[in-house]
């Protein structure tokens, strides 16, 4: 593989790396969003019953595509953390 290939495959990363990070964003934005909503209404944080419909829901979705269910739980974890960790700021 040629030094130009690799360093047009970095770049994609990059690209797709970048756009990652601005739905992360978005998704922060919309689980502050729920903080208020449950907050007003004196509604618990988490919600098992919720996360684990979430996760199975990705997990299947994720199947579908080929992703490692490891990886999927994983992430869905880093997720999940941090929206109670940004629902509980308020």
Same mark, same amino acid.
Do not use: M
């Given at each position: 593989m040629s030094e130009g290939k690799l360093d047009e495959l970095r770049s994609e990363i990059d690209t797709l790396d970048e756009q990652i990070l601005v739905l992360f964003d978005e998704r922060? %934005?919309?689980s502050k969003q729920i903080g208020f909503i449950k907050n007003?209404?004196?509604?618990?944080?988490?919600?098992?019953? %919720?996360?684990?419909?979430a996760l199975s829901t990705r997990l299947e979705f994720a199947q579908g595509?080929?992703?490692s269910e490891k990886d999927v739980k994983?992430?869905?974890e880093l997720f999940h953390?941090?929206?109670?960790?940004i629902q509980r700021e308020d």
């Open positions: 922060q %934005r919309v007003e209404n004196g509604w618990p944080i988490v919600d098992e019953k %919720r996360k684990a419909l595509i080929g992703l994983d992430i869905f953390k941090k929206a109670v960790e």
